[in-house]
């Protein structure tokens, strides 16, 4: 039998739960301690790990001794820089922590400064990475299927924002914006695909369905719900992010596209499956990634399904299970972590740009320190 290594969970709503099913996966994995104030999501966490012992704060936590041996931060965004600086200070423990790793431009060099002094792994949750049909496209991508990639777009077209514990994620003070919260994913992806960084990023933005008629404490939601942002890198390629959030209907949630001189490759990823109304089109979408070349003219398509237990486990096609994968070993065997706090902030700091872009009708300039505009 492998080892053994006791977590910590900070936060166990819906992306907490799906932690830990998802841990419960692992060999060797075992959830001893939940940080979670509301009663709710501790009830409904009781029926995944009946033998957690739970705690109110995080203070709480730290102050029991239960010999923690890595941590899992599930928390709204606006709560991660804060626990970060202060798992920093008062531990030495291997972290994951949920996207994004921050909300806002100013918490950046704190965070990065305090996460290059800890002594243990800091892996941030940048899940569609991991998905099947996405690292078949990243395989064929950088095999040279398509020769050198020149344009890259991406495309989510999904549901509107679901609900979450107070109502948290509906203002752009407490998400840092759609922008970032929703896609710090996209733009993460974008870097590792083009294998560059970001240099200018211009984005126009609407708020033109979602989330109109609600009100919290007299305040209507601030959050966009459709968004087209352009991408430009140091090495000469260019992205482009097309977001909406009011086409649920579709039979593919996000769509992956990446041209090159000699052809064009495509990845089509359905949406979570509970949301799939089986009872009247049958079956899910299964993911597919085509690769469509010049010369000679003929898709090629290949279906990439995901294994029936890791679907159950949640909603990003497995990828939180094949991430935990590579975290436990990082943590177990020392194996180096796939997305670093810096991976991170870069893919913050695009979004944030974007949010300034949409709002000044100006691009934004990518520099060391977070971005500049004229």
Not at 182 to 208: I, N, W
Request: a negative charge; hydrophobic letters at 40%; aromatic letters at 8%.
């Amino acid at each position: 039998m492998g080892k053994t290594v006791r977590y910590g969970i900070l936060g166990c709503g819906m992306m907490g739960q799906e932690h830990l099913r998802n841990l419960a996966l692992i060999d060797g994995a075992e959830v001893v301690a939940i940080t979670e104030p509301n009663a709710q999501m501790r009830q409904s966490c009781l029926q995944l790990v009946p033998d957690a012992i739970f705690f109110d704060t995080l203070e709480e936590m730290l102050k029991a001794d239960l010999k923690l041996e890595a941590l899992v931060i599930a928390t709204p965004n606006y709560q991660h820089a804060d626990q970060l600086l202060t798992l920093f200070e008062r531990t030495h423990l291997p972290i994951l922590v949920e996207k994004p790793v921050v909300s806002s431009l100013d918490q950046i060099a704190k965070v990065r400064a305090a996460a290059s002094r800890h002594p243990a792994p800091v892996w941030v949750a940048m899940e569609y990475r991991y998905m099947p049909p996405v690292a078949k496209f990243r395989e064929q991508l950088l095999a040279g299927d398509i020769g050198d990639l020149k344009m890259l777009n991406i495309r989510e077209h999904r549901f509107p924002f679901l609900e979450k514990v107070d109502d948290w994620n509906r203002f752009n003070a407490k998400t840092g914006g759609t922008l970032v919260e929703k896609c710090c994913h996209f733009f993460d992806l974008m870097r590792l695909l083009t294998q560059s960084e970001a240099k200018r990023v211009y984005a126009s933005t609407g708020q033109d369905c979602n989330h109109l008629d609600e009100s919290y404490a007299g305040q209507t939601p601030d959050i966009i719900d459709n968004a087209f942002v352009i991408v430009d890198f140091a090495n000469g390629k260019r992205a482009c992010l097309d977001l909406n959030m009011f086409a649920e209907g579709s039979r593919y949630q996000e769509e992956i596209c990446a041209i090159g001189p000699t052809a064009k490759l495509e990845c089509f990823v359905p949406g979570p499956g509970r949301f799939w109304p089986t009872e009247t089109l049958g079956e899910a979408p299964v993911p597919k990634v085509i690769l469509s070349p010049r010369h000679p003219k003929g898709p090629i398509e290949a279906d990439i399904p995901v294994d029936d237990t890791l679907l159950a486990a949640g909603d990003h096609n497995g990828s939180t299970y094949y991430q935990h994968v590579g975290f436990f070993a990082a943590v177990t065997q020392r194996q180096p972590v796939d997305v670093s706090i810096e991976d991170g902030l870069k893919a913050v700091v695009i979004g944030l740009a974007a949010q300034h872009s949409a709002q000044t009708g100006q691009a934004v300039e990518i520099t060391e320190s977070g971005f500049s505009f004229k």
